[in-house]
């Protein structure tokens, strides 16, 4: 992955606020037609944060800066982020083929504490993921285009859960997602991005500067 500016140029490697209670599951389909449920690890996202000289940060206490504007990473407290801080968000996320779409759900912890965040749809064809972003083939907002159905902001002590399904069809900045994502993208990662500027913007991820890419999880056919 590399810097991208307003998200469409993009990759990084959920729409409920934590403080309310997730939805109830739709029922999935038949486990022959799209498989069973699939939980994949957390990773942390190295490529858009660099120290105050615009190099990798290394230190656990080095405050951080995102990488297009080189603007500070600022907690809603208003005190910079340190590395360790970033990179210690830790959660699962579980997929499952339903009629209606992919239904996903992420449960975080050690999020930063009441910050904002938005979950993204990323998908690549055959063979995957690679640094020239040749085979990235669509970017959207989890759950509805629109992008009101993929933001939430972690509670006082960084815990953020977030259920939403994604139907097939245009994503809401690039390309398209099949019925089942699972099953019909070679590569699909769901990626959760922090709002330094404490807002999420619809279906984009914002103007350069204002949130930075934190954490993904990564699901391959």
Aim: charged letters at 10%.
């Amino acid at each position: 992955m590399k810097p991208f500016g307003a998200f469409a140029t993009i990759v990084g490697l959920l729409a409920v606020s934590c403080a309310q209670s997730s939805p109830v599951a739709p029922a999935p389909i038949s486990a022959t037609a799209a498989g069973p449920t699939r939980p994949s690890s957390i990773v942390q996202i190295p490529l858009f944060i660099q120290d105050a000289i615009g190099e990798v940060p290394t230190a656990p206490t080095t405050p951080l800066f995102e990488v297009r504007k080189h603007n500070p990473i600022l907690a809603p407290d208003r005190h910079q982020v340190t590395l360790a801080e970033f990179n210690s968000v830790n959660g699962v996320a579980t997929a499952q083929c339903v009629a209606q779409g992919t239904h996903v759900t992420l449960q975080l912890s050690h999020l930063i504490p009441n910050g904002l965040y938005t979950i993204w749809n990323v998908v690549f064809r055959d063979p995957g993921f690679d640094p020239t972003f040749g085979n990235m083939i669509g970017i959207g907002a989890l759950g509805s285009p629109s992008g009101t159905e993929n933001v939430f902001r972690a509670s006082a002590s960084g815990e953020g859960t977030i259920t939403a399904t994604t139907a097939a069809g245009a994503l809401s900045m690039q390309g398209s997602i099949g019925a089942c994502a699972l099953t019909d993208q070679f590569e699909w990662h769901v990626v959760g991005a922090y709002h330094i500027d404490a807002q999420s913007h619809g279906a984009s991820l914002g103007p350069d500067g204002t949130a930075v890419e934190q954490f993904g999880f990564i699901f391959k056919r």
